[in-house]
Antibody, heavy 122, light 108 residues
Framework: EVQLLESGGGLVEPGGSLRLSCAAS????????MTWVRQAPGKGLEWVSG????????YYADSVTGRFTISRDNSKNTLYLQMNSLRAEDTALYYC???????????????WGQGTLVTVSS | EIVLTQSPGSLFLSPGERATLSCRTS???????VAWYQQKPGQAPRLLIY???TRATGIPDRFSGSGSGTDFTLSISRLEPEDFAVYYC?????????FGQGTKVEIK
């Protein structure tokens, strides 16, 4: 059974940093691209970033480019999202999702974690 | 960026009825690159349908997708109690991958 467990969320002041983690199990992690999707309180879904199976290619939404960095450690079956220069509008539940393919392009998100909440506020 | 507009915002139906949810895209897309997700309160989204009408693992055949161009539809043939939820369409044809704002299917 595919399991994705996010951690690392919390309360941070504007301008601060957080690193989210997503521990994966139940599938061959190194064979699939991975994605972060966020959901602001009471709002819809927003794609944030994706990374290929090897970690060699990474993609970002314009809203986070230059501030967020996605990475993965295939030896630890873990996905990361380093978030810097956080803003109030980054407040959301951050979901880790498994892609249906390898390249993080034109793929659906076929399994999701339960999310970790990031709150940016002074 | 491709904008997805879902309608209606809310749909009030009874168990056993048919649900028809609409998703309109700001650019023409192949249905190959349209997906639908279900989200229940306090839960993560779950992939339902992608491509022409490919159901994700474990999704019952009362769920189906259709459409072309800029108009796409998720149909639920006979609503079961567990189907009352929010449904999102998504396009994965052109980055950034975008979602609609959601349609909430509620019990009448």
């Amino acid at each position: 059974e595919v399991q994705l467990l996010e951690s690392g969320g919390g309360l941070v002041e504007p301008g601060g940093s957080l690193r989210l983690s997503c521990a994966a199990s139940g599938f061959t992690f190194s064979s699939y691209a991975m994605t972060w999707v966020r959901q602001a309180p009471g709002k819809g879904l927003e794609w944030v970033s994706g990374i290929s199976d090897s970690g060699g290619s990474a993609y970002y939404a314009d809203s986070v480019t230059g501030r967020f960095t996605i990475s993965r450690d295939n030896s630890k079956n873990t996905l990361y999202l380093q978030m810097n220069s956080l803003r109030a509008e980054d407040t959301a539940l951050y979901y880790c999702a498994k892609d249906s393919g390898k390249i993080a392009q034109r793929e659906v998100f076929d399994h999701w974690g339960q999310g970790t909440l990031v709150t940016v506020s002074s | 960026e491709i904008v997805l507009t879902q309608s209606p915002g809310s749909l009030f139906l009874s168990p056993g009825e048919r649900a028809t949810l609409s998703c309109r895209t700001s650019q023409s897309l192949s249905i190959t690159y349209v997906a639908w997700y279900q989200q229940k309160p306090g839960q993560a989204p779950r992939l339902l349908i992608y491509g022409a009408s490919t159901r994700a693992t474990g999704i019952p055949d009362r769920f189906s997708g259709s459409g072309s161009g800029t108009d796409f539809t998720l149909s639920i043939s006979r609503l079961e109690p567990e189907d009352f939820a929010v449904y999102y369409c998504q396009q994965f044809a052109r980055s950034p991958w975008t979602f609609g704002q959601g349609t909430k299917v509620e019990i009448k």
